[in-house]
């Protein structure tokens, strides 16, 4: 079974234009998450969908948006970027959202925003 | 809420030694409790997990944790480590009822050196 892919794998912006990243899960997996992770602050929960249906939102600025798909694929936005945007933008899914459901990560999307 | 702290940001050992990766955790619910592995460029992978029974879990590449209830730990332990066991290593926390997120520490990166 395929893992989680995430693309794209690098991406370099510049300051104040926008960006989306997209997840593709495990198959038969219906919830995705995202997260962002950076030196400083570690993990990050961004937000949660179940069957595209938003379930939960991180403490993150409105310019970070996502929306997931009737296929479970996820898709993250991030508009008018800032320096400290920059980071490694994790994707996990899962079969559910409950508890003892096992997250599976992607690979991650470096990106850096200069 | 659920906090996760990793009292250890690094840990150098040496090849064949034993380690013990530190993790304690807050929350006024139960919960179940996860320890991931993310090696250099990749996303995180699960190394094990306890959501009930036995309080001595074991996982994949030799690695067991013990959780403690009433210290509310769950410390990560290998007998033997070895160089490719160089990596980062996240303990993380979700509650066991419910909705939740799944909130991490900030990581400890064990340096295994010959």
């Known amino acids: 079974k395929a893992g989680v892919t995430q693309t794209p794998r690098y991406l370099i912006k510049t300051r104040g234009q926008q960006v989306t990243l997209s997840c593709s899960p495990i198959?038969?997996?219906?919830?995705v998450s995202w997260y962002q992770q950076t030196p400083g602050q570690g993990l990050q929960f961004l937000f949660e969908?179940?069957?595209?249906?938003?379930?939960n939102k991180g403490n993150f600025p409105g310019r970070f948006s996502g929306r997931q798909f009737s296929n479970s694929r996820s898709e993250m936005n991030v508009s008018t970027l800032e320096l400290g945007d920059s980071a490694l933008y994790l994707c996990?899914?899962?079969?559910?959202?409950?508890?003892?459901?096992?997250?599976?990560f992607g690979p991650g999307t470096r990106l850096t925003v200069t | 809420a659920q906090s996760v702290t990793q009292l250890d940001s690094q840990v150098p050992v040496f090849e064949e030694a034993p380690v013990e990766l530190r993790c304690n955790y807050s929350s006024s619910v139960s919960v179940y409790l996860f320890w991931y592995v993310q090696y250099p460029n990749q996303g995180l992978q699960l190394l094990l997990k306890?959501?009930?029974?036995?309080?001595l879990v074991k996982g994949i590449n030799g690695f067991e944790a013990e959780f403690n209830k009433s210290q509310t730990s769950f410390h990560l332990r290998k007998p033997s480590v070895h160089i490719s066991d160089t990596a980062e290593y996240f303990c993380?926390?979700?509650?066991?009822?419910?909705?939740?997120?799944?909130?991490f520490g900030k990581g400890t990166m064990l340096l295994v050196s010959p």
């Open positions: 993380a926390v979700r509650r066991n009822s419910g909705y939740s997120t799944l909130t």
């Open positions: 306890y959501l009930s029974g036995s309080t």
């Open positions: 969908y179940f069957s595209e249906t938003q379930r």
């Open positions: 996990a899914s899962s079969l559910a959202w409950t508890g003892e459901s096992e997250q599976y």
């Open positions: 198959s038969g997996h219906r919830s």
